[in-house]
């Protein structure tokens, strides 16, 4: 498995990291604006964002004194490529299911 998309995996693995995805989906937010949605202190929330930023998840701009962490969709094709060809796998097995019982009906 290639780095990238070890370190998306790695990434997702967490469900902190997870919800700031999920997050970050809905609106790019500083790290003070994450850290009030979580019980923890502002160093752990931006070790999650170091951590999403390595799996090439989120992208981090500095405006002035803040840093706006942004969701990187591309960042994730990379887990979607893996998981396609589970996809392929599973659409074959039941293409092959479904052609052994219409033949088991005749």
């Known amino acids: 498995m290639q780095t990238q998309t070890q370190n998306a ?8 990291r ?3 995805v999920q997050m970050l989906a809905a609106q790019d937010m500083t790290i003070a604006q994450l850290t009030d949605q979580f019980e923890m202190t502002r160093a ?3 070790k999650h964002l170091t951590v999403l930023s390595d799996g090439g998840l989120i992208t ?5 004194r803040e840093r706006i962490n942004r969701l990187e969709p591309k960042g994730m094709a990379p887990v979607l490529d893996w998981l396609s060809y589970f ?9 092959n299911l479904k052609e052994a019982i219409e033949r088991n009906k005749k």
């Open 60 to 64: 981090v701009e500095a405006r002035g």
């Open 18 to 20: 997870r919800d700031i």
């Open 44 to 46: 752990a929330v931006k």
């Open 87 to 95: 996809d392929q796998f599973w659409d074959d097995r039941l293409n």
């Open 9 to 16: 995996f790695r990434a997702l693995a967490d469900p902190t």
